[in-house]
């Protein structure tokens, strides 16, 4: 069965670091690009973060970029995302999401259930 | 990147049919064919009903179609159902940064 299981979330003072992880099952991960997509409680969806199958290349949200990682260990079929100077309109539920063909097409197929994350002091 | 703009309710009575709307500019929506929908219920993960504009993942019933004409795409469900209450979102390719999402369209089922 293809699976996206996020763990990693939790309780997080501003300023703090944290790191998310996705690990995957039932499919070729490292033929696959990743994405890390967002939603703040009672809002819309937020794309945060995409990294290519190979990790070569890395794309990030303005409003993330510069203090926010992507990355993934092939051997392991995890994603990763660290998350530095949290701030708290960074508290949403993070979800991770595979892209569903070979290119960057913003088509997710499989999404995991999502991992909570809250910064406040 | 500014999101989408899509309307924040549609609604429609069982077996009709609604359009919502998605529109962007010559940067996202009008300059490639890479326009998804994905469907979400309270508490769930989104899932993906439409890609590349007008494709349908397997699984997903044909009463869902999409469509694009200049810088604004759509998603038409026909027949409607009461499972199909829910949000609604699109998501686009584009040149700005990478990806786009919609501002988000609740659908209700009168």
């Known amino acids: 069965e293809v699976q996206l299981l996020e763990s990693g979330g939790g309780l997080v003072q501003p300023g703090g670091s944290l790191r998310l992880s996705c690990a995957a099952s039932?499919?070729?991960?490292?033929?696959?690009?990743m994405t890390w997509v967002r939603q703040a409680p009672g809002k819309g969806l937020e794309w945060v973060s995409t990294?290519?199958?190979?990790?070569?290349?890395?794309y990030f949200a303005d409003s993330v970029k510069g203090r926010f990682t992507i990355s993934r260990d092939n051997s392991k079929n995890t994603l990763y995302l660290q998350m530095n100077s949290l701030r708290a309109e960074d508290t949403a539920v993070y979800y991770c999401?595979?892209?569903?063909?070979?290119?960057?097409?913003?088509?997710?197929?499989?999404w995991g259930q999502g991992t909570m994350v809250t910064v406040s002091s | 990147q500014s999101a989408l703009t899509q309307p924040a309710s549609v609604s429609g009575s069982p077996g009709q049919s609604i359009t919502i709307s998605c529109t962007g500019t010559?940067?996202?929506?009008?300059?490639?064919?890479?326009v998804s929908w994905y469907q979400q219920h309270p508490g769930k993960a989104p899932k993906l009903m439409i890609y590349d504009v007008s494709n349908r993942p397997s699984g997903v019933s044909n009463r869902f179609s999409g469509s694009k004409s200049g810088n604004t795409a759509s998603l038409t469900i026909s027949g409607l159902q009461a499972e199909d209450e829910a949000d609604y979102y699109c998501s686009s390719y584009t040149s700005n940064s990478l990806y786009v999402f919609g501002t988000g369209t609740k659908v209700t089922v009168l």
């Open positions: 010559s940067s996202d929506v009008g300059g490639y064919s890479y």
């Open positions: 999401a595979k892209e569903k063909g070979y290119y960057l097409t913003s088509a997710f197929d499989i």
């Open positions: 990294i290519t199958g190979s990790g070569d290349y890395t």
């Open positions: 039932g499919f070729t991960f490292n033929n696959y690009a």
